[in-house]
């Protein structure tokens, strides 16, 4: 077809790429600003076009450039995190499918997609910063 040549072209010139950078810096500053304005713990934080939610907690991470700076704690993240795993389920249901506690983007995302996934974690957000501890689980 004539747009296999157009989007090969796009991937040999890096701009698909820089645009997927471009949207998931988008998605994780608005994430961010979400759960700052609702004072949730937590943040969001990615590398290229892979994301993460990190949240319940404050953020012992940050990201400099394109590389991820300080240390999660992997025994609590193995061990899990319950307001991770709320999250993803309260998204879930939402219509919103994280691979464990992030997920990627790719060209095929528009603003809106992001506008729709900001929204969500936002409300799930609020969900469970609201929720009596019982009433979550």
Not at 22 to 35: V, W, Y
Not at 69 to 85: F, S, T
Not at 97 to 126: K, P, Q, W
Request: aromatic share 4%; with cysteine; glycine share 8%.
């Amino acid at each position: 077809s004539a747009a296999t040549p157009a989007a090969l072209d796009q991937l040999a010139d890096g701009s698909a790429q820089r645009r997927v950078t471009q949207l998931t810096r988008q998605l994780c500053t608005g994430i961010n600003e979400a759960l700052q304005a609702l004072d949730v713990p937590g943040c969001a934080y990615h590398v290229a076009s892979l994301f993460h939610i990190y949240i319940g907690e404050d953020c012992p991470i940050w990201v400099e450039g394109d590389e991820i700076k300080g240390e999660l704690d992997a025994l609590k993240l193995k061990q899990g995190m319950p307001e991770q795993h709320r999250l993803r389920l309260d998204l879930y249901e939402r219509g919103i499918d994280l691979f464990h506690d992030g997920g990627m983007l790719s060209v095929a995302h528009s603003d809106e997609d992001l506008e729709r996934i900001v929204s969500a974690v936002a409300a799930s957000a609020r969900k469970l910063r609201d929720a009596p501890r019982s009433a979550v689980s």
